[in-house]
C-alpha cells in the first residue's frame, strides 16, 4: 500500500495476504453479509445521496484487538459531537464511487482527520453501501488492518474532538452495551467505551460485525440509553 498521496488516480489494492489469524471472522463476515443484514437503510433506487465513506480500521493494541474512532467536533452541521469512524465525502480525485473512489476517500479522510498514515493500512475488504437517512448520505465501509500503527491524534479541532483506539473486548463486554431510544422513537445498538456513547450507523457498524463474526455476547437489549432532541 502506498500512500494515498501517491494513489490519486492509481490503483488502491485490496488484500487478504498476511492478516492475523484472528481477524478471519471478520473476513468472513464481510465476504458473506448481505446489505439488509447490516441495516434498513440502504442507498436509494435513484442514486440520490452524497457518497462518501469511512474506514473501519483494527489494529492490535496492548490488551488485543481494537478499533480506531474518533469523536466528531461539537461545531459541525451533521453528528456533531458523535463517536465516528474516521470518513466523509469522496472528493472528484478520489474517483469512481462504484470502484476504487471509496477506498481512497476512507484513506484520505482518515490521514486528514486523525493524521495516521495510510501506508501503514492494509484494506482487506468493504461492506454493501448503506445510508444515512438524516444527512443524505451513502457510505461505504472499508476494512482495514493497522498493519503499521502511526501515531494519531486530532489534526483539526473545528473537526475532531479526540482521537480514540476502543478494545474490541470492551465492545464485547455486555456491561458496555445498551440499546439507545431516540425521540423519534428509533432504536439502535449503543456502547458505552473510553467515556463516550458510542451510538447510530457507527454503533450499528460495530454491533452487525460482532454479530455475524461471532464475537457477539449475549447482552441486556432492555438495558436503554435515552438521546438527546439534540442528536
Sequence with gaps: MTRTSDTQGGAVTISKEGLPDWLDPVVRAVETVQPLQLSRFLPPADGAGRQSAVLVLFGEGERGPELLLMERASSLRSHAGQPSFPGGALDPEDG???ADGPLRAALREAEEETGLNPSGVQLFGVLPKLYIPVSGFVVTPV???????SPVGVVDPNETARVFTVPVADLTNPDNRATTVHPSG?????FLVESALVWGFTAGIIDRLLHYSGWERPWDRDKQVPLDWRS
Design 96 to 98: 469512481d464511487p462504484n
Design 143 to 149: 476494512m482495514g488492518w493497522w498493519r503499521e500503527p
Design 186 to 190: 428509533h432504536r439502535g445498538p449503543a
